[in-house]
């Protein structure tokens, strides 16, 4: 199995401030990794798809990173709606979830 | 549009088989792959299994012994079984689309499963 490993697992940040997310697989996935977002009581959404493809509808503030086994989200300038908790996903082999990274209002 | 619904019971009993169904509208469902995915209460996300070209399926090994994913093509539907349940089944299930191989772009309300007696 591919394991996911996000961090921070949470991190507190004000609005406009940059923030980046990472996510290392336990071994190589190639591009194949994908980025979600879930608020509270939602379903999960697809903002990021191939490391690097922003999902047609997400702001282009959002932006996604990375290769092989290291991989980044990054938020360029954080909007009051992005409070909300991170997930990444590899699909290179089935599907694994990483553990999440909650993002909270400092 | 494409619009996913899960729809079955909120409350199952230890040891009990879970059924929940997935209405697909505004795609066909004899494309794409079409997957559930579990959240327990608090915790992170699971992958439990796919089904596509209406009837191949890959499964969760932790759960593959436990899970049959099935596809109605009559009625634009995929279905979930789980068997023999616990209370470390009590999750919010979740259907999904999959595009690419597996990216989930579209994604069901999600539904609350209590396996309590």
């Known amino acids: 199995d591919i394991q996911m490993t996000q961090s921070p697992s949470s991190l507190s940040a004000s609005v406009g401030d940059r923030v980046t997310i990472t996510c290392r697989a336990s071994?190589?996935?190639?591009?194949?990794l994908n980025w979600y977002q879930q608020k509270p009581g939602k379903a999960p959404k697809l903002l990021i798809y191939?490391?690097?493809n922003l999902q047609s509808g997400v702001p282009s503030r959002f932006s996604g990173g990375g290769s092989g086994t290291d991989f980044t989200l990054t938020i360029s300038s954080l909007q009051p709606e992005d409070f909300a908790t991170y997930y990444c996903?590899?699909?290179?082999?089935?599907?694994?979830f990483g553990g999440g990274t909650k993002v909270e209002i400092k | 549009q494409v619009q996913l619904q899960e729809s079955g019971p909120g409350l199952v009993k230890p040891s009990e088989t879970l059924s929940l169904t997935c209405t697909v509208s505004g795609d066909s469902i004899s494309s794409y792959y079409w997957i559930w995915i579990r959240q327990p209460p608090g915790k992170g996300l699971e992958w439990i299994g796919w089904?596509?070209?209406?009837?191949?399926?890959n499964y969760n090994p932790s759960l593959k012994s436990r899970v049959t994913i099935s596809v109605d093509t009559s009625k634009n539907l995929f279905s979930l079984k789980l068997r023999s349940l616990t209370a470390a089944d009590t999750a919010v299930y979740y259907c999904?689309?999959?595009?690419?191989?597996?990216?989930?772009?579209?994604w069901g309300q999600g539904t609350l499963v209590t396996v309590s007696s």
């Open positions: 089904i596509y070209n209406s009837g191949s399926t």
């Open positions: 071994q190589s996935i190639s591009s194949y």
């Open positions: 191939a490391a690097s």
């Open positions: 999904a689309r999959g595009v690419l191989g597996g990216v989930s772009d579209y």
């Open positions: 996903q590899q699909s290179y082999i089935t599907l694994t």
